[in-house]
């Protein structure tokens, strides 16, 4: 019914930068809140960035400053400017967003598959 698909993730050095991309798709109104998780391993997910419908954001504490969290509505499309990557960076990032579903605007959580960033020291 809906489905987030995660990109733009790789191998990079420590100071580069990526971008990924969460394309949203499927039957749905709208989408409210949406936002990045990080999981490395043997670490729980973690909380990376939130954005509000509206384009209001929060960040943790640990990529403020060097990452930007971003939506187009009409793409329907969520990203995650990633600069000055650090290997503590190193996880596999998570898109997740809140669908609001048919005419009742029900509400639905929906996760990617996710998308592995490696950063080299």
């Known amino acids: 019914q809906v489905q987030l698909v995660e990109s733009g993730g790789g191998v990079v050095q420590a100071g580069d930068s990526l971008r990924l991309s969460c394309a949203a798709s499927?039957?749905?109104?709208?989408?409210?809140?949406m936002g990045w998780y990080r999981q490395a391993p043997g670490k729980q997910r973690e909380l990376v960035t939130t954005?509000?419908?509206?384009?209001?954001?929060n960040y943790a504490d640990s990529v403020k400053g060097r990452f930007t969290i971003s939506r187009d509505n009409h793409k329907n499309t969520m990203y995650l400017q990633m600069n000055s990557l650090k290997p503590e960076d190193t996880a596999v990032y998570y898109c997740n967003a809140e669908f609001l579903i048919g005419s009742t605007w029900r509400r639905v959580s929906a996760w990617g598959q996710g998308t592995q960033v490696t950063v080299s020291s």
């Open positions: 499927g039957s749905f109104f709208g989408i409210n809140d």
């Open positions: 954005v509000t419908s509206g384009g209001l954001t």
